[in-house]
C-alpha cells in the first residue's frame, strides 16, 4: 500500500506522482487550447515538441530520485497530455482528493489508477459533480488550506477558472480542523500576463514561513494583504508581471532547504541562494509555454510529518 501524507508545500518529500510528456501527440489546433499561453505559442508556431518536454521532465526526475524520493508515473495513454499530475489529484492530510475537473482532461486520472489501487479507499474522497477544483489552487500549509477559486459570475466567464465555491465550500466541510482560506484571482482566457490560471500561478509559500508572491495575481488586495501578514512582508519574495508569465512561483519543494527552479530564472535563484536555499536548477522553458511548471507537474503523495 501507498501511504499518503501531505500536510504543507515543503516538508521533506518521500514519494511523488510526475507526469508524462510521452505520448502527449500533435500540436493542438487552437481551438483546442484551452489557456492564453498554450494559444499564444500555437498561433506563434513555437509550441513545445514532444521530445524536448521529455527531456526537460527526465531532468526533474533526476533531481527527485538524486534526493531519495520515490517517483510513480503514469501510464502513457497515447496522443494525450498528461504532463500536469498536479491537477488530476492531490493529497491533504492522510486523504487523496479525486475532484472534478475539466472535461476534456477527464481520461487523465486513468493514467495513475494504478497508483490509486494501491491506497487505501477510505483515505480516496471523491469530489462532488458540482464542485470544481484543480489541484493547482490547493496549498495546503499547516492549519491552513490555501485555495484559488472564482465565484460564479467568473467561474461561467471564464475557461481558465478552474476552481469554483462549491469547491472551495467543499474543503471546508471534508476539513473542519483547517483554516480554510480562498483567495479570487485574476483571469483571462485571452491575455497569459493577465491570467492567473492557478493559485500556484501566482503565490506559494518555500522553507518554513516565507512564499513567492505576485500582489497583481489576486482580485482583491485585501487577499494579497491577509498573505502578507501572515508570512511577514519581510518573508515574501515579490514577482514581477513577466516573471509571473514566466511562472516563477511555480518552483517545488523538496525539502524546507531545496527547491527545484527552473534554470532561467535568474533573479529568483540569486535570491533563493541568498537566502541559504539550495536550488536545483532544471531546464523547463518547453513545459512553461502550455502555462504550467514545476509544481502544476508533480503530485505530491507523502511528506514527512
Known amino acids: ?82 504532463i500536469f499530475a498536479r491537477d488530476i489529484g492531490f493529497a491533504i492530510e492522510d486523504k487523496f482528493i479525486k475532484p472534478t475537473i475539466l472535461k476534456d482532461r477527464k481520461e487523465e486520472i486513468k493514467g495513475i489508477q494504478y497508483i490509486l489501487d494501491k491506497i487505501n479507499p477510505q483515505q480516496i474522497i471523491s469530489v462532488p459533480e458540482d464542485a470544481r477544483i484543480e489541484g493547482g489552487d490547493v496549498m495546503p500549509w499547516k492549519n491552513h488550506i490555501f485555495v484559488g477559486y ?36 485574476n483571469k483571462s482566457d485571452e491575455i497569459a500576463k493577465d491570467n492567473a490560471l492557478h493559485l500556484d500561478c501566482c503565490f506559494q ?12 495575481g489576486f482580485k482583491f488586495e485585501e487577499d494579497y494583504n491577509y498573505l502578507k501578514d501572515y508570512f511577514g512582508e519581510e518573508n515574501l519574495i515579490h514577482i514581477s508581471r513577466d516573471e509571473m508569465y514566466e511562472m516563477n512561483s511555480n518552483v517545488f519543494s523538496i525539502s524546507p532547504k531545496i527547491v527545484v527552479v527552473e ?14 536555499f539550495t536550488v536545483e536548477k532544471v531546464p523547463y522553458s518547453e513545459i512553461s509555454k502550455m502555462e504550467g511548471l514545476l509544481r502544476c507537474s508533480t503530485l505530491p503523495l507523502e511528506r514527512e510529518k
Open 263 to 276: 534554470n532561467n530564472f535568474t533573479r529568483l535563484i540569486a535570491i533563493l541562494e541568498e537566502k541559504g
Open 205 to 216: 509559500p518555500i522553507g518554513q514561513n516565507q512564499a513567492i508572491i505576485y500582489k497583481e
Open 1 to 82: 500500500m501507498i501511504n499518503i501524507f501531505v500536510n504543507d508545500e515543503t516538508s521533506p518529500l518521500k514519494a511523488v506522482i510526475l507526469g508524462a510528456a510521452k505520448g502527449v501527440g500533435r500540436t493542438p489546433h487552437f481551438d483546442e487550447a484551452y489557456d492564453p499561453k498554450s494559444k499564444e505559442h500555437i498561433t506563434a508556431g513555437t509550441y513545445p515538441k514532444e521530445a524536448d518536454m521529455v527531456t526537460e521532465i527526465t531532468a526533474f526526475e533526476t533531481v527527485l530520485k538524486k534526493y531519495g524520493v520515490k517517483v510513480y508515473r503514469p501510464e502513457i495513454i497515447v496522443d494525450y497530455n498528461q
Open 150 to 185: 472564482s465565484e460564479q459570475e467568473d467561474f461561467d466567464k471564464y475557461v481558465v477558472a478552474r476552481t469554483n465555491k462549491a469547491g472551495l465550500d467543499f474543503l471546508a466541510k471534508e476539513f473542519p480542523s483547517k483554516i480554510v482560506k480562498g483567495f479570487q484571482l
